[in-house]
């Protein structure tokens, strides 16, 4: 099994940044990618980036050069930048196995103007 432990996020003013954090345990070697997904309010969830595990890299539209994803041992990171207030959403880690895909708790991003 695998364990994902989400930190980070919080209110932050538009144009600013953010750094959220998921720390993988367990089986990590049978995870084949990570995943950062979010969930606007009354919103459906949707992938924002991900990382597979021989690096690389993909990214939605709505974020793409503004938002960085990338991992440093056992822990992936999502750098948001020019944070807009659309951005705000809870936001979900996910790691995927052959079958399963396991989630972290979520982490509240808030951004006012």
């Known amino acids: 099994q695998v364990q994902l432990v989400e930190s980070g996020g919080g209110l932050v003013q538009a144009g600013g940044s953010l750094r959220l954090s998921c720390a993988t345990s367990?089986?990590?070697?049978?995870?084949?990618?990570v995943g950062w997904y979010r969930q606007a309010q009354g919103k459906q969830r949707e992938l924002v980036a991900s990382?597979?595990?021989?690096?690389s890299t993909s990214y939605a539209d709505s974020v793409k050069g503004r938002f960085t994803i990338a991992r440093v041992k056992n822990t992936v990171y999502l750098q948001m930048n020019s944070l807009k207030s659309e951005d705000t959403a809870v936001y979900f880690c996910?790691?995927?196995?052959?079958?399963?895909?396991?989630w972290g708790q979520g982490t509240q991003v808030t951004v006012s103007s």
């Open positions: 996910a790691a995927d196995t052959v079958p399963t895909r396991y």
């Open positions: 990382i597979s595990s021989g690096g």
């Open positions: 367990g089986r990590i070697y049978d995870i084949n990618g």
